[in-house]
Protein backbone atom coordinates (compact mmCIF):
# COMPACT_ATOMS: atom_id res chain seq x y z
CA UNK A 1 0.00 0.00 0.00
CA UNK A 2 1.21 3.42 -0.33
CA UNK A 3 1.73 6.02 2.23
CA UNK A 4 -2.09 7.75 1.70
CA UNK A 5 -3.35 3.79 2.20
CA UNK A 6 -1.33 3.15 5.04
CA UNK A 7 -1.80 6.55 6.81
CA UNK A 8 -6.19 5.51 6.54
CA UNK A 9 -5.04 2.33 8.03
CA UNK A 10 -3.38 3.73 10.83
CA UNK A 11 -6.58 5.79 11.56
CA UNK A 12 -8.88 3.49 11.69
CA UNK A 13 -6.87 1.65 13.85
CA UNK A 14 -6.47 4.39 15.61
CA UNK A 15 -2.38 3.39 16.19
CA UNK A 16 0.33 5.32 15.28
CA UNK A 17 3.56 3.91 13.48
CA UNK A 18 5.00 3.88 16.54
CA UNK A 19 2.85 1.08 18.37
CA UNK A 20 2.72 -1.26 14.95
CA UNK A 21 6.13 -1.08 14.44
CA UNK A 22 7.60 -1.58 18.20
CA UNK A 23 5.07 -4.02 19.97
CA UNK A 24 8.05 -6.40 18.43
CA UNK A 25 11.03 -6.88 20.79
CA UNK A 26 13.44 -7.39 18.23
CA UNK A 27 13.28 -7.06 14.23
CA UNK A 28 15.95 -9.68 12.03
CA UNK A 29 15.67 -9.31 8.40
CA UNK A 30 17.25 -11.70 6.11
CA UNK A 31 18.41 -10.05 2.86
CA UNK A 32 16.89 -11.46 -0.33
CA UNK A 33 19.38 -13.20 -2.58
CA UNK A 34 18.57 -10.81 -5.39
CA UNK A 35 20.96 -8.58 -3.51
CA UNK A 36 24.33 -10.02 -3.38
CA UNK A 37 23.72 -13.73 -3.99
CA UNK A 38 22.05 -13.08 -7.32
CA UNK A 39 22.84 -15.84 -8.93
CA UNK A 40 21.34 -18.05 -6.08
CA UNK A 41 17.78 -16.06 -6.94
CA UNK A 42 15.54 -18.35 -8.52
CA UNK A 43 11.13 -18.05 -8.25
CA UNK A 44 10.94 -21.53 -9.65
CA UNK A 45 11.35 -23.37 -6.11
CA UNK A 46 7.94 -20.43 -4.58
CA UNK A 47 5.26 -19.97 -6.45
CA UNK A 48 4.33 -17.22 -4.37
CA UNK A 49 7.69 -15.39 -5.73
CA UNK A 50 7.05 -13.52 -9.02
CA UNK A 51 9.59 -10.55 -8.88
CA UNK A 52 12.66 -10.11 -11.03
CA UNK A 53 15.90 -9.81 -9.20
CA UNK A 54 15.82 -6.35 -9.61
CA UNK A 55 12.49 -6.00 -8.27
CA UNK A 56 13.15 -8.02 -5.17
CA UNK A 57 15.88 -5.89 -4.63
CA UNK A 58 14.23 -2.99 -4.18
CA UNK A 59 11.20 -4.56 -2.47
CA UNK A 60 13.99 -5.72 0.18
CA UNK A 61 14.96 -2.32 0.44
CA UNK A 62 11.60 -0.85 0.87
CA UNK A 63 10.92 -3.73 4.02
CA UNK A 64 14.05 -2.56 5.75
CA UNK A 65 13.07 1.00 5.27
CA UNK A 66 9.75 -0.01 6.70
CA UNK A 67 11.27 -1.09 9.80
CA UNK A 68 13.65 1.95 10.10
CA UNK A 69 13.28 3.58 13.41
CA UNK A 70 13.24 0.15 15.82
CA UNK A 71 14.89 -0.17 18.51
CA UNK A 72 16.35 -3.79 17.65
CA UNK A 73 16.98 -4.05 14.04
CA UNK A 74 19.44 -6.06 12.27
CA UNK A 75 20.06 -7.07 8.84
CA UNK A 76 21.54 -10.46 7.86
CA UNK A 77 22.88 -9.89 4.45
CA UNK A 78 24.57 -12.21 1.73
CA UNK A 79 28.07 -11.39 2.82
CA UNK A 80 28.50 -15.68 3.25
CA UNK A 81 27.13 -18.89 2.04
CA UNK A 82 23.68 -19.47 2.91
CA UNK A 83 24.62 -22.28 6.04
CA UNK A 84 27.09 -19.58 7.55
CA UNK A 85 23.91 -16.96 6.75
CA UNK A 86 21.73 -19.05 9.33
CA UNK A 87 24.52 -19.16 11.99
CA UNK A 88 24.82 -15.45 11.81
CA UNK A 89 21.44 -15.12 12.13
CA UNK A 90 20.98 -17.63 15.11
CA UNK A 91 24.20 -15.97 16.53
CA UNK A 92 22.03 -12.18 16.31
CA UNK A 93 19.27 -14.10 18.12
CA UNK A 94 21.13 -15.75 20.47
CA UNK A 95 22.90 -12.20 21.66
CA UNK A 96 19.62 -10.36 22.03
CA UNK A 97 18.39 -12.87 24.00
CA UNK A 98 21.51 -13.59 26.16
CA UNK A 99 22.66 -16.34 28.15
CA UNK A 100 21.65 -16.33 30.27
CA UNK A 101 20.66 -12.84 30.20
CA UNK A 102 19.76 -10.24 27.51
CA UNK A 103 23.46 -8.75 26.99
CA UNK A 104 24.20 -5.79 24.52
CA UNK A 105 27.61 -4.99 23.21
CA UNK A 106 27.83 -1.57 22.42
CA UNK A 107 29.98 1.06 20.69
CA UNK A 108 29.58 4.57 21.07
CA UNK A 109 31.44 7.32 19.08
CA UNK A 110 31.46 11.31 19.77
CA UNK A 111 30.75 12.83 16.63
CA UNK A 112 30.83 15.88 14.48
CA UNK A 113 27.33 17.61 14.41
CA UNK A 114 25.22 16.56 11.21
CA UNK A 115 23.49 17.50 8.57
CA UNK A 116 20.11 17.40 10.39
CA UNK A 117 18.38 18.02 6.77
CA UNK A 118 19.78 15.60 4.97
CA UNK A 119 19.48 12.98 7.29
CA UNK A 120 15.85 13.24 7.46
CA UNK A 121 15.93 13.34 3.71
CA UNK A 122 17.49 9.94 3.47
CA UNK A 123 14.74 7.08 3.26
CA UNK A 124 16.62 4.90 5.45
CA UNK A 125 16.71 7.15 8.62
CA UNK A 126 13.99 7.83 10.88
CA UNK A 127 13.50 10.40 13.55
CA UNK A 128 12.68 9.37 16.86
CA UNK A 129 11.80 11.32 20.50
CA UNK A 130 12.89 10.16 23.55
CA UNK A 131 12.78 11.66 26.99
CA UNK A 132 14.96 9.35 29.23
CA UNK A 133 14.51 9.49 33.39
CA UNK A 134 16.80 7.55 36.17
CA UNK A 135 15.40 6.23 38.74
CA UNK A 136 16.59 5.69 42.26
CA UNK A 137 19.17 2.68 42.04
CA UNK A 138 21.98 0.79 43.71
CA UNK A 139 25.66 1.13 43.18
CA UNK A 140 25.74 -1.77 40.28
CA UNK A 141 23.11 -0.94 38.64
CA UNK A 142 21.21 1.72 36.21
CA UNK A 143 17.19 2.30 36.18
CA UNK A 144 15.56 4.26 33.73
CA UNK A 145 12.42 4.49 32.11
CA UNK A 146 12.13 6.13 28.47
CA UNK A 147 9.30 7.63 26.28
CA UNK A 148 10.22 6.67 22.42
CA UNK A 149 8.07 7.64 19.84
CA UNK A 150 6.96 10.22 17.26
CA UNK A 151 4.06 12.67 16.59
CA UNK A 152 2.73 11.57 19.48
CA UNK A 153 2.74 8.32 19.96
CA UNK A 154 5.08 6.58 22.17
CA UNK A 155 6.07 3.48 23.62
CA UNK A 156 7.06 3.15 26.96
CA UNK A 157 10.38 0.93 28.74
CA UNK A 158 12.08 0.46 31.58
CA UNK A 159 15.40 -0.74 31.66
CA UNK A 160 18.07 -2.49 34.09
CA UNK A 161 21.67 -2.19 33.53
CA UNK A 162 24.29 -3.78 34.78
CA UNK A 163 28.21 -3.77 33.74
CA UNK A 164 30.06 -6.53 32.55
CA UNK A 165 33.21 -4.81 30.86
CA UNK A 166 34.07 -1.90 29.05
CA UNK A 167 31.86 -2.99 25.99
CA UNK A 168 29.25 -5.69 27.31
CA UNK A 169 26.77 -5.23 29.71
CA UNK A 170 23.54 -6.52 31.12
CA UNK A 171 20.34 -4.81 29.88
CA UNK A 172 17.38 -6.03 30.44
CA UNK A 173 14.33 -4.48 28.94
CA UNK A 174 10.76 -4.33 29.96
CA UNK A 175 7.41 -3.15 28.12
CA UNK A 176 5.36 -0.91 30.28
CA UNK A 177 1.96 0.96 29.97
CA UNK A 178 1.64 5.03 30.22
CA UNK A 179 0.30 4.19 33.46
CA UNK A 180 2.83 2.30 34.97
CA UNK A 181 5.69 4.89 33.37
CA UNK A 182 3.62 7.82 35.03
CA UNK A 183 4.07 6.03 38.15
CA UNK A 184 7.43 4.93 38.00
CA UNK A 185 8.31 8.46 37.57
CA UNK A 186 7.89 9.22 40.90
CA UNK A 187 10.28 7.27 42.04
CA UNK A 188 12.63 9.39 39.97
CA UNK A 189 16.44 10.40 40.89
CA UNK A 190 16.60 13.86 41.62
CA UNK A 191 19.98 14.22 41.52
CA UNK A 192 19.51 13.87 37.54
CA UNK A 193 17.87 15.98 35.30
CA UNK A 194 15.53 13.86 32.20
CA UNK A 195 17.21 13.81 29.47
CA UNK A 196 15.41 14.97 25.60
CA UNK A 197 16.85 13.75 23.02
CA UNK A 198 16.14 13.01 18.88
CA UNK A 199 17.34 9.73 17.42
CA UNK A 200 18.40 9.20 14.05
CA UNK A 201 17.85 5.57 13.14
CA UNK A 202 20.33 5.09 9.90
CA UNK A 203 21.14 1.98 8.07
CA UNK A 204 24.83 1.82 6.18
CA UNK A 205 25.74 -1.28 4.64
CA UNK A 206 23.61 -3.08 6.82
CA UNK A 207 24.60 -2.12 10.01
CA UNK A 208 22.24 -0.10 12.06
CA UNK A 209 23.25 3.13 13.65
CA UNK A 210 21.44 5.64 16.19
CA UNK A 211 22.75 8.84 16.38
CA UNK A 212 21.92 11.29 19.27
CA UNK A 213 21.35 15.07 18.67
CA UNK A 214 20.97 16.67 22.59
CA UNK A 215 19.24 20.42 22.75
CA UNK A 216 22.33 21.31 25.06
CA UNK A 217 25.33 20.82 21.59
CA UNK A 218 25.04 22.52 18.47
CA UNK A 219 28.89 21.39 17.72
CA UNK A 220 28.71 17.84 18.76
CA UNK A 221 26.63 14.43 19.03
CA UNK A 222 26.55 11.01 19.82
CA UNK A 223 26.85 8.05 17.33
CA UNK A 224 26.28 4.51 18.37
CA UNK A 225 25.57 0.58 17.51
CA UNK A 226 25.11 -2.72 18.83
CA UNK A 227 27.56 -5.53 17.87
CA UNK A 228 26.82 -9.35 17.85
CA UNK A 229 30.65 -9.63 18.44
CA UNK A 230 33.29 -7.36 19.99
CA UNK A 231 35.82 -7.42 17.61
CA UNK A 232 33.04 -7.05 14.24
CA UNK A 233 34.36 -5.05 12.02
CA UNK A 234 32.47 -0.99 11.25
CA UNK A 235 32.06 0.79 8.50
CA UNK A 236 30.82 4.60 8.98
CA UNK A 237 28.36 6.29 7.13
CA UNK A 238 30.48 8.53 4.84
CA UNK A 239 29.33 11.57 6.02
CA UNK A 240 29.61 11.43 9.51
CA UNK A 241 32.61 12.77 10.64
CA UNK A 242 33.97 10.96 13.88
CA UNK A 243 35.81 13.08 16.57
CA UNK A 244 36.66 9.61 19.07
CA UNK A 245 35.23 6.71 20.22
CA UNK A 246 33.84 7.44 23.76
CA UNK A 247 32.44 3.59 24.78
CA UNK A 248 34.66 3.92 27.94
CA UNK A 249 34.04 7.62 28.27
CA UNK A 250 32.03 7.95 31.31
CA UNK A 251 31.58 11.91 30.77
CA UNK A 252 29.74 10.77 27.43
CA UNK A 253 27.29 8.48 29.43
CA UNK A 254 23.81 9.86 29.78
CA UNK A 255 23.45 8.88 33.14
CA UNK A 256 26.63 10.94 33.46
CA UNK A 257 25.13 13.44 31.10
CA UNK A 258 22.12 13.69 33.36
CA UNK A 259 23.71 14.16 36.56
CA UNK A 260 25.86 17.92 34.99
CA UNK A 261 25.01 21.31 35.75
CA UNK A 262 26.89 22.76 32.97
CA UNK A 263 25.05 22.12 30.09
Not at 53 to 68: F, G, R, V
Amino acid sequence: MDDTEFARLKTAMGVGLTELRDRYDAVFHLVSAAKGAVDFYTTANNGARTETPEEAAALDDKIISSWMGHPHLRVIDNSTDFEKKILRLLAEISSFLGEPEPCEIERKFLIQYPNVKALESMPDCRKVEIIQTYLKSGKDEEIRVRQRGENGHYIYVKTIKRRISGLKRVEIETRITKDEYLTLLMEADTAKRQIRKNRYCLMYENQYFEIDIYPFWSDKAIMELELCNENDEIRFPADIKIIREVTDDENYKNASLAERTDL
